[in-house]
């Protein structure tokens, strides 16, 4: 079965599923809310406004004399707290600034938030140095500054752009006039986009989306175009730098209620209203006025904060990311409070994903170079530069730094594959059986390598002059931490070779039997810890089988034979028994049928899980149909694509099953004993150019007591990761008892493939009706994968043609199957 690495997937934030509501906020800033003033009283009979939820004071119907006295003092303290709101917001203003102050004044008011009156200590020891004027406006010159009036025209103008036009028509310059008093590009700008790319499912209109937003940032801002890329694109860093922003439900509540005064029962019915954490802030604040209105936000600003609040350590860091989430919300205006929250749970449902936003870079940056009306194959061709940069250096940063100083034809070299940052990792293609694999490798004498498919964790690793290690999984987290007996034995068993400088290699890392090693199960690895792991303290012991090498010495060798790249790799390292080893293998054409298949057999006599078959060197073979036409294999190293020139061999091969890697979508309750438990759970592919998740199926076989346990925790009703309101990006036909937030894959087996009259899932790509699986049986959780990696529609529709290729279904074993499946509905 494929790896499985209980290491938790780098982008996804760890939501926090307690309901409970702290009553007193801890800030100063707080305690302006009304929560303060009820701190020790239950809040649940405060009147509260029933469409916005937001509580009113006015329209308070206090039902006793103590009531009325709370109220009349909340009524009091609130106007008091207001007014010291307002003088403290003067007291910190020339006179000159104040006079420029607008609704969404460039004035910088970093001094207001930060002022040791309002915001806790800990934020000016901890961390407000990082960025003097946090991110935001800084002061226009009088001549720039904005009245009250422009500042409306400039937002006015700003909310008239439509970025979503094909790019010929779209003129950035046409805007600039208008933005040009911004120092800094405002975020308003960014959700403006948001607000336009959400509203569309055409991947064409995202895409100009993203292109146009770009090209007019180049002009407008050009430090806002990392942090603009990041926001769009669901996160803030790269996953092997572990950012985490880590705000959970109960930090964006408590910052919701403090910064609206809105109550924990009126916030409760908002999300049941929307189920959107996103839309509820955006209600809660839509009708919270303030006296004095705050600077609004930059795109910069709005990064940096993301950051700070990533960073945040230690026993007060859930203080202070809720009040960084507070100081974000508070500034916020309308759509950029309902984007600020989606971003807080890193679920910014735009569509925008990453060969989106790679497209829009390409496509921006070659406009900006040869004008808007450059040809199709030149734009292909920037396309092209750009995924294959991305893959080979995925950190945004770097492209963008690297784009800006000399444009996309110079981007492989201006941002190389550089040691210790990972490159995606090269995909296999399945087969089906032993046969199919042979026919899709190529002629009579076509050669390759046959590798025993190891069930542990694959692995990148890095090395350098220095001497440094890092160790990285398959979804770009680094885990050097989780390993250091396998830095040890590259560092003190002479492993790698006296001449060798620097690498990048790629291995399974397997559990083994320290005395035979013999292997273990992926079930032994996962036993292991996951961060922090202390040599003397390890008890699941590990054997390296590396099977790649991509970098040696300074020069990559992506672009070399896997031929000459195992001969690199076997000339460089040294096995150590039981520690650092070859992938077992045996080299084969075709013709080779016996060793093959005994070889496939003692694979799985030693407990894996089939075996890789590699080409050698790339081949041109025939193409499938009857039009003569041949393609290509390479059998050069190419990241993040799936390639021919890979192909799996699996163990349940003779099997009708196989299985896919689905996002569970949402649940319902089950009968008797799991009553209490989700189950059936609906099922999702996850279309990569929309970020749609496309419902499959219903599951319900496979769960242990475990895993109910651990799926009802973590969907927990009254958490935000779970709704009764469908989002917007799921398409389903059915709707579950509450839909769950996205956020993990998981293994599901099943029988074959089948057109659904129910579903839609990869509609268009083999009929007009979507495709369902028959059978779904949960196999485990894939906490390598993010939902960016679950399986998809095309792979979905893959399965179902080869199926069809191979004639499993006949009318009969149809009509059959489909009755079955009648029952999953
Ligand atoms: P994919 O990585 O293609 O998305 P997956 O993660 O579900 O799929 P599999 O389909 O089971 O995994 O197969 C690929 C994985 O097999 C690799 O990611 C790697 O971890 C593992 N593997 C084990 N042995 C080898 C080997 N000799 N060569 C390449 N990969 C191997």
Redesign the pocket.
Known sequence: ???RTTNGGGGTPKRNRSGKEAAVPSSPGSKRTLDFYFANRSLNDTPVDSTSGVRKLSQSKAENGNEKADEELARKLQAQFDTEYQLLNQSNLSSREIGHRSEYSTTPDATIYYTENYMPKILESDILAVDADGGEQQPPSSAEAATSKSTAAIFGSIAAIDFTVSSSEFDPNLYLAALKSFVRAPYFLLTHLFTQVAATRSRIKIVNGLTNFIRLLMLLDMSALGSAVWLSTNSIGPPYKALELGIGGSIISKALKSVSGISAPALKRLYDKHGDIGDVAFEAKVSVRTLVEPPHLSIKGVYDTLVQIALAKGNKSQDLKQKLVEKLLIRGRGEEVRYLTRTFVQHLRIGAVRTTMLTALARAFTFAAHGSDCPQDRLQKAEEIVRQCYARHPNYDDIVTALLASGVENLIESCPMTLHIPIL?M??S?TKDMSEMLVRIGRENTEFAC????????AQIHYDESGKISIFS?HLDLMTDKYPDIVDVLRSHRVISDSTRSFIL?G?IVAIDEVTGALDSFQSLSNRGRKDVQIDSISVTVCL?A??LMYLNGESLLELSFRRRRELLRGTFSPVPHKFAY?E?IDATPLDQDAISSFFHSSIESK??GI?V?LLDSVTVPAAGANKRTKSLLSTYTPDL?QES?L?V?KDYDSAAD?V?LVPIGGWHGNGRKSNFWSPVLLAVRDPDTGVFQAVCKCMTGFTDAMYKETKAKYDEGTINVTRVKPADFETPLTPEFFWVPQEVW?IKFADVTLSPLYSAAQGIVSDRGLSIRFPRFIRR?D??GVE?ASTPAFLAELYRRQHARGTEDPVQEQAADDLYEQFY
């Open positions: 079965m494929p790896k990792p995909l296999g399945i590798e025993f498919k190891y069930d542990g964790q694959r398959r790629e399974e089988f099977f790649d992938a293998s894996c899980e890789m590699k799936r890979w799996k699996k299985s890697d293994e894939r390598d994968k990696e």
